[in-house]
Every structure is written in structure tokens, then in C-alpha cells.
């Protein structure tokens, strides 16, 4: 009987460490990215002027932190920034919580099959598509 009672006591407290680990463990995704640049001062952005970078989630401890690494970025977008990550069977949703003043609202639908997305803009009090294709793929 003893031996059934410490079998359980060792059961249990593995399972209460591998849950603290799981709590505590960190995961992070990567997609191509298509940032579009202006060809000079004042000037509307290009469809055929782009660096391809990156853009990143890390999730640890329940938080969410979006980067992008896509040459020299704006303002609005360098380091790291909280993000609200929502996600469905078939959509990753990834909108950064930028506070910095004058900065636009947006966020990314990556659709989770590796086959893109799209970049929305929060206008008129409802998201809307970009229509401009930014990759938005899995790094391989």
C-alpha cells in the first residue's frame, strides 16, 4: 500500500511541474514580409519598391510581443510591442498595441494554412483590407 501512496505523490508532482513548465513556456512564429516604401518625400508608396523582412509574435507567460524586421521601419513599428494575438482554426490575427501618438491602427489575418494574408487598417470605425499583398507567409 505504501508503495501505491508514493507512486501517487511522485505522479502528482510531476504533473504539477510539467504544468508549471508548460506555464511558463515560450512560443514564437515568423512570417515573410513585403514592407512597401515611398520613392521619395511626399510621394505615394510603390507596389514594386518593397523590402522583404519579417514579422514576428513571441507568446510567454500569456503575453504577446510583435516585432518586424523589414529594413529601416517607421516609428510606430520598431521593437518590440505588445500585441493582441487571437486565434481560430483557420486565421491567426495579429494586432499590435501601439501607443505612440499619431500612429495608425492596424493588424495582420494570416490565414494559418501557409498561404498568406492580408494587412487591415482600423477606418470609419471597421477593419479594412489594404489590398496591397505583403507576403505574410511562414518563414521557412
Not at 508532482?13 to 513548465?21: K, Q, Y
Amino acid at each position: 500500500m505504501q508503495v501505491h501512496a508514493l507512486a501517487r505523490v511522485v505522479a502528482g508532482t510531476a504533473l504539477s511541474m510539467l504544468i508549471m513548465v508548460a506555464a511558463t513556456a515560450v512560443s514564437a512564429q515568423t512570417w515573410e514580409y513585403k514592407s512597401y516604401k515611398k520613392q521619395g518625400m511626399g510621394s505615394q508608396y510603390n507596389k514594386d519598391v518593397f523590402t522583404t523582412g519579417t514579422i514576428s509574435v513571441e507568446e510567454k507567460d500569456g503575453k504577446a510581443m510583435f516585432s518586424m524586421n523589414a529594413g529601416s521601419v517607421d516609428a510606430c513599428v520598431r521593437g518590440s510591442i505588445p500585441a493582441k494575438v487571437t486565434k481560430t482554426d483557420d486565421t491567426t490575427i495579429i494586432e499590435p498595441q501601439i501607443t505612440l501618438a499619431g500612429c495608425e491602427k492596424f493588424r495582420y489575418v494570416i490565414r494559418n494554412d501557409g498561404s498568406g494574408g492580408q494587412r487591415e487598417v482600423w477606418r470609419g470605425e471597421a477593419w479594412k483590407n489594404t489590398g496591397w499583398d505583403h507576403g505574410l507567409t511562414p518563414k521557412k
